[in-house]
């Protein structure tokens, strides 16, 4: 699928970006991979892991239409992995995340299709769904934008389509590598927001392993959902730490309780797959599509009104072991 290709990656310093490399350049004799960000220590830093003859490494803000449409030319696929993600940081700067989030996210739109980019997938979150804080507000705009782009095409074969899956094992910036870093400087305790608090949970590769897949099974204006567990950070914390105890500090500014991949009032489109969902478009296309079934053969049913899919009332639950090997095998997978 990728062989002779040009892909570029938003963001593609991140710990997605580095994973998605990795594993395109053990299957894959791309062309070109690029690398478009805006932080040069983190590329310098990144150009000494990956010398591969067909990595470039641009400086770019997505902010910065002029320079991202030069970055765009000759490229085939797109993975859009740039964002302001934290939370409460968004709370306190709103404008700085729309800036990024919602207008660098319709630079990247109007850029791909100026290049005649063929398929491009936008990574989005959980928080996007029925969001309770500004930066999973500003994603579903993005959501919202990648889908309707489909609109905007015209008769040339451009396809824009978005990955939503919840927090990321180990990501740089997760809960994670936070409690264990609190545990080597000697922390007596862990900070839990809230005893109840369920989250969903993906490893890096399952999350590179599920936006490859869908470059095979997009048509376009998909939102693909994978089905991953959930767990709760009470239990988290007792699998990475026994013998700490647990201090409730309460809920930051903007986070939710539960998590939801799939809202309610978006189950009369919502499609149940083998491993994922799909929410079709809520708008209608100039050529109909039928989602029921994707580019690969796959074939789905429609879910019954009213469903949810949420991290609280899920059917796949992580246990200590379970996480704990997951976190060993993603240590694996970076070597």
């Known amino acids: 699928m ?31 991979i690029i690398i478009y960000s805006r932080d040069e220590l983190k590329q310098y830093e990144m150009a000494q892991k990956f010398t591969d003859s067909c990595m470039r490494y641009f400086i770019g803000d997505i902010r910065d239409l002029p320079r991202l449409q030069k970055a765009m030319r000759g490229v085939d696929f797109v993975v859009h992995a740039a964002a302001l993600k934290h939370v409460p940081i ?120 599920f936006v490859l897949k869908n470059f095979e099974r997009m048509q376009g204006g998909e939102i693909f959902v994978p089905k991953i567990p959930s767990m ?29 991949m799939c809202p309610v009032d978006d189950s009369h489109i919502t499609i149940d797959f083998k491993d994922h969902y799909v929410i079709k478009p809520s708008i209608n296309f100039s050529s109909p599509i039928n989602y029921m079934k994707n580019k690969i053969g796959e074939v789905g049913t429609n879910v019954k009104v009213g469903f949810e899919y949420n991290s609280k009332d899920n059917d796949i639950w992580l246990s200590p072991k379970e996480l704990l090997h997951k976190i060993e095998q993603s240590k694996l997978e970076e070597q």
């Open 2 to 32: 990728l062989n002779n290709k040009t892909i570029l990656i938003t963001g593609g310093t991140g710990s997605f970006g580095k994973q998605f490399v990795r594993t395109i350049l053990q299957r894959y004799k791309p062309t070109k």
């Open 90 to 209: 968004a709370e306190y700067n709103p404008m700085e995340c729309i800036k990024t989030n919602v207008m660098g996210a319709q630079n990247v739109i109007d850029t791909c299709i100026e290049n005649n980019v063929k398929n491009t997938i936008a990574l989005s979150t959980d928080k996007a769904a029925a969001p309770a804080n500004l930066y999973g507000a500003s994603k579903l705009v993005s959501d919202k934008l990648f889908v309707a782009a489909n609109n905007l095409t015209g008769n040339h074969e451009i396809k824009f389509s978005v990955v939503r899956y919840g927090n990321v094992l180990g990501s740089r910036g997760s809960v994670i590598p936070y409690f264990k870093k609190l545990i080597e400087n000697g922390a007596t305790s862990l900070p839990i927001t809230e005893p109840n608090m369920t989250r969903f949970w993906i490893t890096l590769q399952d999350g590179v392993e």
């Open 232 to 260: 709760k950070m009470t239990e988290m914390a007792k699998a990475i730490a026994p013998h700490l105890e647990q201090e409730v500090i309460g809920i930051r500014p903007g986070e939710k309780l539960h998590e939801v």
